[in-house]
């Protein structure tokens, strides 16, 4: 019952430090999507994939890459990280790209950069 | 473009009464619309959605909402509030032909009072 798995859940960073965030899902799902949450700004959607190999961006992709190795893997990595990155990120999935199904989502990394 | 607007950022309602949640969308394409609800520090769990079926759409935990073309809504209701439900709720909007838009409004915050 894992479905979207977020790690780590918490993490302080210093200006300029580079870092992964995880996200593995269990559901075979094709579609894999991030976004950050900054307050009053619901969601916004940064990369996303429609299956392994295969990536794009979203609306915020700038300093965020992604890469798509597996379907089960969708890191997001923050090459330098910047106090603007602060934010809560979360990962999702939903089972076909091409579809108007809801995504599932992680229960999120709170990022922070000093 | 689609975007999605959330007439109200913090709602208060006594446990026991009814609630009622604004979302109003914009879209050029038919679209299928969601809520999510965020409890504290947790990810987006799918209250419900709307897909081009009923208007009239039941979701979990007694919510519903009715899809009003007309009037461009999907609002968010429920006869009877419980503590459980205070959290942050989003309305999303999934219009363009691929399913890859998500585009979230910024949230509503409920609060339950005794």
């Known amino acids: 019952n894992a479905g979207v798995t977020q790690t780590p859940k918490f993490q302080v960073l210093k200006t300029g430090q580079s870092m992964t965030l995880q996200c593995a899902q269990d559901?075979?799902?094709?579609?894999m999507s991030w976004y950050r949450q900054d307050p009053g700004m619901g969601l916004r959607l940064i990369h996303y994939?429609?299956?392994?190999?295969?990536?794009d961006q979203g609306e915020v992709p700038n300093g965020y890459n992604v890469s798509r190795s597996t379907t089960e893997d969708f890191p997001l990595r923050l090459l330098s990280a910047a106090p603007s990155q602060t934010s809560v990120y979360f990962c999702?999935?939903?089972?076909?790209?091409?579809?108007?199904?809801?995504?599932?989502f992680g229960d999120g990394t709170r990022l922070s950069i000093l | 473009a689609q975007s999605v607007t959330q007439l109200d950022s913090h709602v208060s309602v006594s446990e026991g009464t009814p609630v009622l949640l604004r979302c109003n969308y914009s879209s050029s394409y038919s679209p299928s619309l969601f809520w999510y609800v965020q409890h504290p520090n947790k990810g987006l769990q799918l209250l419900l959605k709307?897909?081009?079926?009923?208007?009239l759409v039941k979701g979990i935990n007694g919510f519903e909402a009715e899809f009003k073309k007309s009037e461009t809504s999907f609002h968010l209701t429920k006869p009877s509030a419980h503590m459980s439900d205070a959290a942050e709720y989003f309305c999303v909007v999934s219009s363009d032909n691929y399913g890859q838009n998500f585009v979230f409004g910024p949230g509503t915050r409920l609060s339950v009072l005794p």
């Open positions: 994939s429609v299956g392994a190999g295969i990536t």
């Open positions: 709307y897909t081009s079926a009923a208007t």
């Open positions: 559901m075979n799902h094709e579609y």
């Open positions: 999702a999935s939903k089972e076909e790209p091409l579809s108007n199904q809801p995504q599932h």
